[in-house]
């Protein structure tokens, strides 16, 4: 199984930008869809953004225009570029690996990286 490390987050201002990375130990390309979920305090982990093997993204409602996923595979590394933050935005960001289309997400959760939208 692929491990995923996840880095980048920290604290930051509203408005501000952050650049999320997450490091697998194998080559992604195998997976139908590279993900970045989130679960804020007192709150269900929820699917911020993916990427699939052809480059398709899809974005939850709450992020569109303000984060951006993208991959590359010859370094086995997806990121999640976030502007326009906002306090909402706090939580523990986590990505995973979805084999298949039709496959649920794999759970296979990392340490998770925290960003705090604060003032």
């Known amino acids: 199984q692929v491990q995923l490390v996840e880095s980048g987050g920290g604290l930051v201002q509203p408005g501000g930008s952050l650049r999320l990375s997450c490091a697998a130990s194998?080559?992604?390309?195998?997976?139908?869809?590279m993900g970045w979920h989130r679960q804020g305090p007192g709150k269900q982990r929820e699917v911020v953004a993916y990427?699939?093997?052809?480059?398709?993204?899809n974005y939850a409602d709450s992020v569109k225009g303000r984060f951006t996923i993208s991959r590359d595979n010859a370094k086995n590394t997806v990121y999640l570029q976030m502007n326009s933050l906002k306090p909402e935005d706090t939580a523990v960001y986590y990505c995973?690996?979805?084999?298949?289309?039709?496959?649920?997400?794999?759970?296979?959760w990392g340490q998770g990286t925290q960003v705090t939208v604060t003032s």
């Open positions: 995973d690996t979805q084999p298949g289309r039709l496959s649920e997400w794999d759970n296979n």
């Open positions: 194998g080559s992604i390309s195998s997976f139908y869809a």
């Open positions: 990427i699939t093997r052809s480059g398709s993204r």
